[in-house]
């Protein structure tokens, strides 16, 4: 009994140990994307947050609102600020007031009111110290480093994902029926085109598609990331449609559902664990694909090549937000596919 129990403890304490080194990277990266860079940039430092900070995440989130003319859109830190003009009358700025700056001409152009001010060097030195800016979500500079790219990574993963489910999924049961030694064949000769390393193959597609015209489009995207996709996604589904019970389909034809039904009502929702694993896998590798996308993206990055821009730059803190941002839907979307990767889909499935 006191043996059982000590495995029993033996064992949580090795998934905790588990789950500490698999969770630990995804936690450093977010701790970097909230700290303070006193705090991470330092001989040794701390493993908890000691001085959280939305800064990283703001800068990549927002950015400064402007003006048709490219000005940016300024407001006062406090209630109200007071300045002396050029022309030696005083003025008070208000915390509701929204302006531009001219720097060249020393002008200060109050939004919606017909007012402007013309300060001195150092008066307007002193404004500048007392501004903040007026920050936006959809700005253009964020809707272009982030907002696009995260929305074409994702498009093209889930795209990538769908269409190589409807490709492989009825190849790969058509293979496991075959028999195993021609089946065999077909799965090696899949495999073998994973010989080449993607970064041998991928030149040579990307002039092909740049004769196509499919360069820096969504849709030559998704058919390059269904190139190293397909063959591994055929060998899971092909494992997974062989260890289905042959006679289940011809239990549900004397019932009277021809092959097609067979397949859709019996075949399907078993072999659903060995699809949602197909998918999550598709998925991840669409969704951090570089190679190809460096390729095949000249305008609209995907959010992989964005990070590798800022890491580039030498700028871990934004690097880590970036990070995280690509990290979030991985995690959202295993959430989603797990509840359907269940063992014992065939337990009482076959009698006899």
């Known amino acids: 009994m006191k043996r059982g129990k000590l495995q029993t403890w033996g064992l949580y304490a090795a998934l905790l140990v588990i789950a500490f080194v698999m969770i630990s990277p995804v936690y450093i990266l977010f701790k970097v994307s909230i700290s303070e860079p006193e705090e991470v940039n330092t001989a040794h430092p701390s493993f908890l947050v000691q001085d959280a900070t939305m800064d990283h995440w703001t800068d990549i989130l927002t950015t400064e609102k402007k003006t048709e003319t490219g000005l940016i859109i300024y407001g006062i830190k406090g209630d109200t600020y007071s300045v002396t003009g050029a022309d030696g009358n005083d003025y ?19 939004l919606n009111q017909d007012k402007e001010i013309k300060l001195g060097r150092e008066e307007l030195q002193n404004l500048r110290n007392n501004l903040t800016t007026k920050k936006t979500f959809f700005g253009k500079k964020v809707v272009e480093n982030l907002y696009q790219p995260l929305g074409k990574s994702f498009l093209v993963a889930t795209i990538t994902t769908i269409v190589a489910i409807v490709i492989c999924a009825p190849a790969a049961y058509v293979i496991s029926r075959m028999p195993s030694y021609i089946g065999y064949i077909v799965v090696l000769g899949l495999l073998v085109t994973r010989m080449f390393p993607d970064v041998g193959i991928a030149l040579p597609v990307a002039t092909r598609f740049l004769s196509w015209g499919l360069t820096d489009s969504s849709f030559g995207l998704i058919l390059a990331h269904l190139i190293p996709n397909l063959p591994f996604l055929a060998w899971i589904l092909v494992g997974t449609f062989a260890m289905i019970p042959k006679d289940l389909e011809q239990s549900a034809m004397i019932d009277g559902a021809n092959r097609i039904k067979a397949l859709i009502r019996v075949v399907f929702p ?83």
């Open 92 to 110: 008070t700025l208000k915390g509701s007031d929204q302006f531009t700056i001219n720097g060249v001409f020393k002008k200060v152009t109050f």
């Open 270 to 352: 078993i072999a659903i664990p060995g699809i949602a694993v197909g998918s999550i896998f598709v998925w991840l590798n669409s969704w951090n694909e570089f190679i190809y996308a460096r390729y095949l993206s000249t305008e609209v990055a995907t959010l992989p090549l964005r990070i590798f821009e800022v890491i580039t730059r030498g700028s871990i803190f934004p690097a880590a937000a970036y990070s995280m941002i690509l990290t979030i839907p991985v995690i959202i979307i295993t959430f989603v596919l797990q509840r359907y990767m269940k063992s014992g889909m065939l337990s009482g499935a076959v009698k006899g």
